[in-house]
């Protein structure tokens, strides 16, 4: 089955409860930037909507207002991006590579310091992080069909359906491998992020079964959390929309989304990305880059010949190890 440890995940949770408690802050201010959005851009509608429209119009407007209104959050959240990854989710990453590699943590709000040194001396500034992260989500992408996908284990005919289905599970189930690599850069210390998440990268794929079938039990997991939690929420969601002006209660599921988003960002994600980097630390020890995965993943991915270049530049022009193999 998995190759993870339910219980030490979940006191690794516990231990980094700074990070658990800056998570649900960050998240649920984000959450209620939308509620506040939708509830703003819904009574400006309404109000123009009994300005310039007739019967029907307030209604229409103030849905249009609230629609108007989200799409201005997700606008901000989209420019804030790098800088939560930054600032919350690769700090939070440093504490749980010390945790599993057994090292002491401080405690309390001195934890969330220490973290965001190791993360400023690891990656410099945010932008540098957010390039490592992009790229690599770029070259994991094509690593599943380089695998052959789940066809390569399946190979019963008449079920190309089915395989296609369950490829796009498979490719669903790689959202945390960027996190999972950061947590690997912390790990060995590196000085050159770029080349050290190539290798990564090449040591992800070489292991791409193992690493597969966990991220996939972990995809299972967490889409099953967030669909109960989703549920759960409909009703809170139905009751704000329920005090705005206009008929907002077909809204209710969209807000119970965002619930269960930053429920999942909070406080499932986490305890997914602890997990797989178990796996991952302990299938890759003792393990080298293969040069031939990184001549294949150079040749499938322009992210990852992206990243080669970046690697060779930070070295001054020499070849990295994976390239002097």
Do not use: C
Request: glycine share 12%; no cysteine; net charge neutral.
């Amino acid at each position: 089955m998995w190759d993870f440890d339910f219980g030490r995940t979940l006191g690794m949770m516990v231990r980094t409860w700074p990070f658990i408690l800056l998570r649900l802050g960050v998240y649920f201010s984000i959450t209620l930037a939308y509620v506040l959005a939708t509830g703003v851009g819904a009574g400006v509608g309404f109000g123009l909507g009994h300005v310039f429209g007739n019967t029907d119009g307030p209604a229409g407007f103030a849905v249009f207002g609230g629609l108007g209104g989200i799409v201005v959050v997700s606008v901000v959240l989209y420019w804030l991006r790098e800088y939560i990854l930054y600032m919350v989710k690769a700090g939070h990453i440093a504490v749980l590579v010390e945790l599993i590699e057994g090292r002491e943590l401080p405690a309390g709000k001195s934890q969330i310091d220490h973290a965001r040194a190791v993360v400023a001396e690891r990656f410099g500034e945010a932008n540098v992080l957010f390039v490592v992260d992009q790229l690599v989500k770029g070259a994991i992408r094509v690593i599943t069909g380089l695998l052959g996908g789940i066809a390569r284990f399946v190979p019963i005919p008449g079920l190309n359906g089915l395989v296609g289905f369950i490829n796009t599970v498979i490719r669903l189930s790689l959202t945390y491998v960027d996190e999972v690599l950061l947590g690997y850069n912390i790990r060995i210390n590196s000085r050159d992020p770029f080349d050290t998440a190539r290798q990564g990268v090449v040591l992800y794929a070489q292991n791409g079964a193992v690493m597969v079938k966990n991220a996939v039990w972990l995809a299972f997991f967490m889409w099953a959390l967030a669909l109960l939690v989703f549920l759960l929420m409909l009703a809170p969601a139905a009751a704000v929309l329920y005090v705005m002006p206009g008929q907002l209660a077909g809204w209710s599921f969209v807000l119970a989304i965002i619930f269960a988003w930053a429920i999942k960002a909070a406080l499932i994600e986490p305890f997914a990305i602890a997990a797989l980097m178990q796996v991952y630390f302990r299938v890759i020890e003792g393990q080298v880059p293969d040069p031939e995965w990184d001549r294949r993943l150079a040749g499938a991915s322009s992210h990852f010949r992206e990243l080669k270049d970046k690697a060779v530049s930070s070295f001054g022009g020499r070849p990295s190890a994976v390239e002097g193999a």
